[in-house]
């Protein structure tokens, strides 16, 4: 074979076809925390959705960790459920280590490390934690995938307008009432 | 001099799997596909559907491909997607059929294991840039009710009473769910066995990568049962003809 032909730059180049694999999805999904005095308030839809399709409209996506701290989760389905696993299984090991269940703080604080020890591939999470703290006084944290966290009084993340609001303090049942409010609105919102 | 190189121009090895470097992977293209996979939960269990093609590309290449697979005594796998890795999923499984089998332990493999399993396989695969490219629908039975579940190719899951992959989920899914939602406990055989196969008949109408066989599988207190190829007669009148469900006029 002419070597020449090899190398053939009248030859049209067609640039080489790649497939690329795209890990992630977006389940949709929204959640809030509130918190108070003496109680925190945690709340998320159950709807599973994958662009316009409805997956499922009941797949819980707020899991319980101890008696005393509740993850909520939304983002991408899998990654949630796995990272919620991850935390159980590393409260179950702290549980054995030390005899005693993890703090709310404690847990808040593990979150964050847990979803920055996979910085390079993250978690597509978006999460939220809510509880009690020792003192028996109301906590509540935020979250992004990497990791990033801070103590809030109140947030909701997904589909709510969080613009313009005001802090107020209030009690359980008018935090109830609030929560369901935002539900509703943000269900006759979202698609 | 170099005397171990053999001619192979890569000596000495190169490291390859460093942080940077692409991950090993075996098939991103899916090559011989399944289409859709229907189910339902009806009064006595659940009742899954799947036509018996395998697609190259736009070429029917086996119209005799079954994509319905038993596991275990009450449990049903159907699969759309990647035919190769379907084969691959179910040797995984019979695998651990066997093995739970001559245990001996009195403990079989339940649908929700195979949930679970599958789930934990895809997410798994995924996490290591080498995806099984299917959509798995599990149909059981089990603690005296239907079970059914959806595991995708991202690891994705959920269990839900109407399930339906590939463009199913966009064609019958609707219907299914119109026909299936609040009455899971009511639903007949026969009325479950008649929606499904409506929604296989303008499948076939819609679907560009269906056939008109079909096969289906039960699943009540009293095991599985796979049924098939069932016909369908493709009716190619006006499109009226499908206002029995509201959906075209």
Not at chain 2, 66 to 88: H, K
């Amino acid at each position: 074979m002419n070597p020449v032909a090899l190398y053939n730059h009248d030859a049209p180049i067609s640039a080489a076809q790649q497939h690329q694999f795209d890990p992630y999805e977006m389940n949709g999904g929204s959640s809030l925390v509130i918190k108070g005095a003496d109680y925190c308030l945690i709340a998320s839809d159950t709807r599973q959705s994958d662009g316009y399709k409805i997956n499922s409209r009941y797949v819980p996506k707020a899991f319980k960790l101890t008696e005393t701290a509740v993850l909520a989760t939304s983002g991408f389905s899998a990654d949630g459920l796995a990272l919620f696993k991850k935390l159980s299984q590393n409260l179950e090991w702290y549980k054995h280590a030390h005899d005693k269940v993890m703090s709310t703080p404690a847990i808040a604080q593990m979150l964050s490390n847990t979803l920055y020890y996979k910085r390079f591939f993250p978690y597509y999470t978006f999460c939220l934690l809510g509880g009690i703290d020792e003192q028996g006084r109301g906590v509540s944290y935020s979250y992004d995938p990497l990791g990033s966290y801070g103590a809030e009084p109140y947030k909701s993340v997904g589909h709510k307008n969080q613009q313009g609001v005001q802090r107020t303090d209030m009690s359980l049942d008018t935090a109830i009432s609030i929560a369901k409010d935002a539900f509703t609105s943000a269900s006759e919102r979202d698609i | 001099m170099d005397h171990f190189s053999q001619g192979n121009i890569n000596y000495p090895p190169q490291p390859r799997s460093d942080a940077f470097s692409d991950p090993t992977t075996q098939t991103l293209n899916p090559i011989v596909v399944g289409s859709s996979v229907l189910a339902i939960k009806y009064k006595d269990g659940v009742m899954l559907a799947a036509d018996t093609l395998a697609s190259f590309g736009s070429l029917a290449r086996f119209r005799d491909c079954e994509r319905l697979y038993r596991v275990g005594d009450f449990t049903v796998l159907g699969a759309s997607g990647d035919i190769s890795d379907f084969q691959y999923t179910t040797h995984l499984l019979d695998t651990l059929v066997v093995e739970e089998y001559y245990t001996n332990d009195g403990h079989v493999l339940k649908p929700p294991n195979i949930y679970e399993y599958l789930s934990r396989l895809t997410y798994g695969k995924r996490n290591k840039f080498d995806p099984l490219l299917n959509s798995y629908v599990i149909g059981g039975f089990d603690g005296g009710e239907g079970f059914l579940g959806y595991v995708g190719h991202l690891g994705t899951s959920y269990q839900s009473s109407t399930i339906a992959t590939g463009i199913g989920a966009h064609i019958a899914q609707p219907i299914l769910r119109k026909v299936v939602e609040g009455r899971e406990n009511t639903i007949t055989e026969e009325e479950a066995i008649q929606v499904l196969e409506d929604c296989e008949k303008i499948l076939y109408c819609r679907d560009g990568r269906s056939l008109n066989y079909y096969q289906r599988a039960k699943i009540t207190a009293q095991g599985v049962e796979i049924s098939g190829p069932h016909k369908v007669e493709g009716d190619w009148q006006y499109g009226v003809k499908f206002g029995k469900y509201g959906n075209f006029k």
